[in-house]
């Protein structure tokens, strides 16, 4: 069983109500759902912060070794 305490945060943004947060991993979808039903008509304006994502994006694709270059 995983302790609520272990679970990562992803920083969240929404510019339009200059806000940003930290959710947890596992309410992420959740909380980005009902910042933007309740604030935006369920438009997806709140997001994870971009430069969060970009750079589990670029961890990612390295950890996978997509961005070794070639020989």
Known sequence: MSDESDDPTVP???????????????ELRESLDAHNEKRHDGEEIAQVDPVFAD????????????????S
């Open 12 to 26: 969240i943004v929404c510019e339009a109500c200059e806000t940003t947060s930290s959710v947890p991993l596992s």
């Open 55 to 70: 750079a589990l994006a670029d961890a990612v694709a390295d950890d996978l070794g997509l961005l070794d270059e070639e």
